[in-house]
């Protein structure tokens, strides 16, 4: 992995953190917008990189 597909998937990493702050109320249960997130960073950066960013921000959450 180079030094672009990891500054890419950072930058993707902070766009996922972002948006998981918001949730869209749909019926009884909220919706994360950080879904989202996570199928536009798929679309955008691809599958491989899309998943590095996703594990990154779980690790993030990891206490």
Do not use: D, Y
């Not at 996570?38 to 996703?54: K, T």
Request: charged share 5%; aromatic share 10%; proline share 3%.
């Amino acid at each position: 992995m180079n030094a672009k597909a990891v500054v890419t998937s950072g930058i993707f990493t902070a766009l996922i953190c972002i948006f998981s702050a918001f949730s869209v109320p749909v019926g009884a249960v909220p919706v994360s917008l950080s879904l989202f997130a996570i199928v536009l960073v798929a679309v955008v950066i691809g599958a491989r990189l899309a998943a590095f960013s996703v594990q990154v921000n779980a690790l993030r959450h990891w206490e």
